[in-house]
């Protein structure tokens, strides 16, 4: 993986201008306004292959349990509070103590990875309501602190893909050392999405 040295156009762009500048051999300035809109573009593609930000935000989320025990979620990195509709208003919620549940997968912590559902612990007194809206849940959301290195090549990758296709004029191109062969791609390039399918939950439009 390369050193990332410059800063992300906005704090949710998973590489920088000078980054893609730097892998295109560009040290001039005079195409960094087209670099920045590309850059946020290909971010907001990955963010919809992968089927969610990779990038964390903190905040409210509702879900609907299945199971009067457990509870599939969003990828989070931190959990601040699980609640239930304790009247079934959607207004209402009772928020459970931080012994009676657990995030899971066990070991996501220790493997880098996201948690993606909560569990309520053995013996708990109160279960899971299977009522629409039931369960309100405050976290991280996310799939990790940090944006894992791959997302960042990947969007490295494909932000220069994209910047030698514009000044092509569209026309087929010399992939380079990343590519294999000229090519006109439509959204990301087959070796970006192998690079991010680990990374996706298959709820995005499918479209990227």
């Known amino acids: 993986m390369p050193t990332y040295t410059g800063t992300p156009v906005t704090a949710d762009s998973y590489c920088s201008t000078a980054d893609v500048k730097t892998e295109l051999n560009i040290t001039d300035s005079d195409d960094d306004t087209r670099i920045d809109r590309i850059v946020v573009s290909v971010s907001r ?3 919809d292959w992968l089927g969610r930000p990779s990038a964390t935000s903190s905040g409210t989320r509702y879900y609907t349990a299945i199971t009067p025990w457990r ?3 969003d990828p989070f990195t931190a959990l601040t509070s699980v609640a239930y509709d304790s009247v079934g208003d959607w207004s209402s919620y ?3 103590g931080s012994t009676e549940y657990q995030p899971g997968p066990w070991n996501a912590a220790a ?5 993606d ?3 309520l612990v053995p013996n708990v007194s109160r279960t899971l309501p299977l009522g629409m809206r039931g369960v309100r849940v405050v976290a991280t959301w996310g799939y990790a602190v940090t944006t894992p290195p791959v997302i ?3 969007a490295l990758m ?4 994209v910047y030698r296709q514009q000044v092509a004029g569209g026309a087929p191109i010399a992939g380079g050392a990343d590519f294999a062969q000229p090519l006109i791609q439509a959204g990301l390039h087959p070796m970006v999405r192998r690079m991010l399918e680990p990374y996706r939950t298959g709820v995005g439009m499918g479209i990227a």
Not at 111 to 115: E, I, M
């Open 158 to 161: 494909q932000s220069a893909l």
């Open 94 to 96: 009772t928020t459970y």
């Open 71 to 73: 509870i599939d979620v």
């Open 111 to 115: 493997l880098s990875r996201p948690y």
């Open 152 to 154: 960042k090549e990947a």
């Open 45 to 47: 593609q990955i963010d």
């Open 117 to 119: 559902h909560i569990v």
